[in-house]
């Protein structure tokens, strides 16, 4: 794909970006293709599909004005290759994004693509969820935490919302499962501090997904007793059977 073909793409989806950014996302695009060919770090590699499901998905957010600042601080927790996070770094450079995932392979591979690209903005942390919730480095410390094919809404929300301080909000990237997820992370986000706000369908043209985003904003500090120690938000999911 060129720049003029990822930046008519970015225009069809409606995102607001600079004329740097399309170059940025391609050399980000051609270091991924090449660190994947020696460790996992993504199962799609059909080009075109790739571009939507990783870059594109990752800036829908920039349409919805309100959902990331221009500047802050920002946390993708469970960044995995660095989707959404990086892309948000590379479109908002006054953004101050922290990328953190369980795996030091995938921030060895991010390491070398802030080397590449240059990138000021960015942080690497290389933590479990909900350990790094627990240092107060990084505790109620952010105006946005956000996640991408992570885990269902209940967990997701018990990863996110201790990061997020009062007066901010967590930002979920979810498919269609968000529907049956829904009742229970609204209740999950109740407990955490977090009010659920209502989804926002992200459309691809040409593309039959069902993308959507989720505002949950930090009305109330988190409970000191969450998140629960590291393996339990996945195991027993906040928000069940109404409690």
């Known amino acids: 794909m060129t720049t003029n073909e990822l930046s008519a793409r970015l225009e069809q989806c409606g995102i607001p970006f600079d004329a740097v950014l399309p170059e940025k996302l391609l050399r980000y695009h051609a270091l991924l293709m090449d660190w994947n060919t020696r460790m996992d770090l993504t199962a799609v590699t059909v080009e075109d599909e790739m ?32 989707f959404p996070g990086l892309p948000l770094a590379l479109a908002c ?8 995932d369980a795996q030091q392979k995938r921030l060895t591979f991010l390491q070398a693509v802030i080397d590449d690209l240059g990138v000021e903005n960015v942080t690497l942390v290389h933590r479990r969820a909900e350990d790094g919730a627990k240092d ?7 105006d946005v935490a956000v996640a991408r094919a992570v885990a269902p809404l209940a967990v997701l929300a018990e990863y ?19 529907q049956e997820e829904l009742t229970q992370g609204r209740r999950a986000a109740f407990l955490l501090g977090g009010q659920a ?10 593309r ?8 949950i904003k930090k009305v109330a500090k988190t409970a000191r007793q969450y998140p629960r120690k590291a393996g339990t938000p996945s ?8 409690k």
């Open 235 to 242: 195991k027993s999911p906040l928000g069940a059977n109404g």
């Open 93 to 100: 450079p006054d953004l101050q994004v922290t990328l953190m």
């Open 197 to 206: 706000g209502e989804a926002i369908p992200c459309a691809f043209p040409g």
């Open 160 to 178: 996110l919302l201790p990061y997020v301080k009062v007066g901010g909000q967590a930002v979920c990237w979810k498919g269609p499962a968000l």
């Open 51 to 82: 571009i939507d499901r990783h870059y594109v998905d990752s800036l829908m957010a920039l349409k919805e004005p309100g959902l990331i600042p221009a500047k802050g601080r920002l946390i993708d927790v469970g960044t995995g290759a660095g």
């Open 208 to 215: 039959e997904w069902q993308h959507q985003l989720l505002p």
């Open 136 to 142: 107060a480095a990084l505790r109620e410390q952010f």
